[in-house]
């Protein structure tokens, strides 16, 4: 009938569950969460920060980013700045540049940026951790949960 992939995105995990209902089949994992990854990777990033993307839950990534803006150059997409406060102003206030979303590929092109890219559902690393389990990336049915989304997928 349907095989089913449950992923729940929180603060600090990521569950992700797998079950088939025709054969009964279930697994499940717990990683760390997307906002934390690119917390850990801002951090260890050199030089000025570019950063992409699309709003994620914020929580570690914010005082990174507000730290990191006190001594080299953040620059965020709108569109990525609603990851640390939907009051743009505030993040302007933390000495973070926020541009339009159609600006990024000139900022990409200057060499003094490394880029960063925001967003709580990596389809990459989610195939990757699926078929871990030993079974494909194929579903009748995904759904994802964030802080601030929830996405169905019918026919993966």
Request: proline letters at 3%; charged letters at 25%; one cysteine or more.
């Amino acid at each position: 009938m349907s095989r089913f992939l449950l992923v729940d995105i929180g603060a600090g995990t990521m569950d992700v569950l797998y079950y088939d209902d025709t054969t009964d089949v279930h697994y499940k994992a717990v990683v760390r969460s997307p906002v934390k990854m690119a917390a850990e990777k801002a951090e260890n990033l050199p030089g000025d920060l570019l950063v992409t993307g699309c709003e994620m839950g914020g929580g570690p990534i914010t005082e990174i980013l507000k730290k990191r803006a006190r001594h080299r150059r953040v620059v965020m997409s709108a569109s990525a700045a609603l990851t640390l406060h939907h009051n743009l102003e505030k993040v302007r206030n933390w000495g973070i540049t926020i541009i339009e979303d159609g600006e990024i590929d000139s900022y990409r092109s200057m060499k003094q940026f490394t880029t960063l890219t925001l967003g709580d559902l990596d389809i990459k690393r989610l195939k990757k951790l699926v078929e871990e389990f030993g079974v494909s990336f194929s579903f009748s049915i995904l759904l994802a949960s964030a802080p601030r989304i929830t996405v169905c997928l019918l026919k993966v």
